[in-house]
């Protein structure tokens, strides 16, 4: 059925591009004209980009391990927290295959030396910084000799099992990379939806599963494992753009490698916790993905490529190009609104027999091929926020400007409100011509001011069209206004039974540097009292972990007592350590197999449980 849905779209939409270019230009604008059939050509190309990825979704499957090779985990850092790399280095100290763990610190700081020796790995930092990441890693390339190298960002905390997953496709000889999904575990973020779904969500779920039947899944920058003859066979990492991944698998292509994508979220890191986070990270994407085109790995022309290859490059790179589309079709609508000429001319029937149905199956096969992983309305939101970002990096195809590498922020906080919604600049412009043009329209049919005219169906569909996108930007900003996240760390949710000087006391939220609780009675705001869990680790095991927390809030919870929220000191250093593991590791782990975006197969049994067996009943006797 969707298959069949797929095709009939593109069929129709094909009949309809005819029909408009046979039978609805005479008399119109004809830049108007034009304009339009261009906007809605790169519309249809953009549904078949979407077919083609999207038609067949395969199962993921582990491959066995034969050859069993070296493998170094390079974790790279500038300027992250040190609570954020802590929580990296004890995942990679956690992984069940043999391995060596580097961290690749560009911040030349001591307190991180410490932490790495603290984890068992080892320090790695050069003179300058030159070519950022890239940089980093062909530094790194000298100095290392593993076979196999995972790359992981400072925030990308891995499972145990994540090179038990990935190491058994190398044992084709042909295959270079093995990528595997980014998912996040502060839901709090911004480009978390109300859903739990994330922006990346239909990439990571339905388009890279696509590339991949195409053989063109590319490096994402983190959680994937290189093989590092390969990667030396090219010259190391590219660095002539500052998305050195798209650019570094274009090359590895070029030369006859394959790679491979692996469906099963194998890394936890974390989202961008504010607007200006979130654009900082798309605008270098943009930036860097679309300079690739002024390369001699230009997609297009570069040899070596297979066609499947180059129509996925494309399709990744064609997606840049839709706030363009959209500008250029609101140019129309408000051009029509304004001057009363018109961009095409045809009946209602007509309108009835072609444009209705390629709207209509458009919109259906969009969202079926999605397959729940976003909606209709989280794409148009996705757009409004990336519009202006994504029109500067086209421009720079065409003038190019020189920008820095800037590390993402890892976390900080989000006010909302004015402040957030005036970063998107293009999307209140827009909104504001659009109502100006709105406005004017309905004053001159009320005859206050004079344009000219504008009737019929032209005048209603002109008014509906601007009034619906309207009331998309409008709602877009509003909710980025009404946006407020005021916590540095997102709390897990969990249910703990804790231990309060001898009171029994629930753990309903944690992280490594805080935690809500409920208790019989209150504690006073700024008391200093010791906390005591009893906490899971990766393998299953049980420990007593010792805590000091700081109460920072106090209130009353209906039915339930006190509910009361503080920042946690651990008493020793082990405690620490046990309680990130718990928080990063164990809970990401149960939440991914409970979602089904890690094989309960593969997985293990141990982790299923996060609240030891002696203390289920004590949850349930504190309600």
Known sequence: MLRALAVVSLVWGLVYLVWRVWDTGLNAQPVMFWLLWASEVFGLVMLASFVFLAWRIPVPHRPPIGWQPTVDVFVC?????????????VGCDRINYPHTTWVLDDGRREEVRQLADRFGARYLSRPSNEHAKAGNINHALTLTDGQLILILDADHVPQPDILDATVGYFDDPSVALVQTPHDFGNLDSFQHFETGR???SMFFEVLMPGKDRHDGAFWCGSAAVILRHALEGIGGIATETVAEDFHTTIRLHGQGWHTRYHDETMVQGLAPHDLASFLLQRDRWARGNLAVL????????APG???????SYLASLLAYFVPVQRLAMLAVLVAMLLTGRLPMHATLWQFGVFW??????????????????ASLWDGSYSTHLTSEIFIRATLALVHPFRASFKVTPKDGIDGGGWSAVRQLRLVLVTGAVLAG???ARVLSLAGVVALPPLRGLAVVAGLVFGVWEMTLIGASLWKVSRRHQVRHHYRVPVEIAGVVNGTLVRVVDLTPGGAGIVAPGPIEEGSQVKLHLDLTDVRGAVHGVDLQLTVRSCRP????????GG???????????LLIEHCHVVTTRARLLESGHLSTEDAGRPLLTLVPDHQQDSLSASG
Do not use: F, I
């Open 557 to 564: 919870a209906p039915h339930l007592g006190w509910r009361m």
């Open 437 to 439: 043009a709105v406005v």
């Open 198 to 200: 994330h922006d990346q």
């Open 567 to 577: 920042t946690l000191t651990p008493v020793r250093e082990v405690d620490g350590e």
């Open 294 to 301: 002024r390369t001699r790995e230009n997609p297009v022309v």
């Open 356 to 373: 209705l149905p390629w709207m209509v199956l458009n919109l259906a096969a969009s969202a079926v091929l999605c397959r729940r992983q």
């Open 77 to 89: 850092t500038y300027n992250e927290g040190l609570d954020v790399l802590g929580a990296t280095l």
């Open 305 to 311: 490529l297979t066609l499947k290859q180059r129509a």
